[in-house]
């Protein structure tokens, strides 16, 4: 295999896994799930006024996730471009549907703004990349009336109304029986 060869495979192999590594901060954040976002940043990840590493990411991560109702990040136009074979920038464009405690719903426009690199795992099973720094720019955030409230779909009955995942949601079954149950 030719070395050109060679470099343009490992890039693509490793424009696929920070692909994947955006799909899975959207699951993430799906999910609320804090240890696995700790899982795709680097140890020393820089959280601006928070500070750098696992730490910050924790702190960052409690503060915003805790009164999360629900959330869904569906990203798109996705550039990266290699500063060298272990660090690579990218631009990301994502629209927010989610709902917290304090805000209600809320759709949003954003674009992440990330710089990626490539960590040794300490399970010794080799390398792979991780964000080092990822900055979020709210194009806009939009109130809307928030869907968790609609009926229940019934799909494939209806078409409109709340589904079955949101449903089995904890905690979106605290909010519908606080707003059926006015205090």
Known sequence: MS???EKAVKELLAKDQIKDLVFRYSDAI???DIE???NLYSPNASFG???VGETALRAMSEATLTNLQFAVILVANHLITFDNETEAKGE????????NEQEGYYEQLIKYVDQYELVDSSDGFGASWKFRHRRHYLWFGQSKDSPLILPEASWPDNNVGLGREPLSDELVQALRKQIDEPS
């Open 3 to 5: 070395e050109e060869y």
């Open 49 to 51: 006024d928070m500070g």
């Open 30 to 32: 799906r999910n609320r």
């Open 36 to 38: 696995l976002l700790v």
């Open 92 to 99: 990301v464009w994502a629209r927010c549907y989610a709902q």
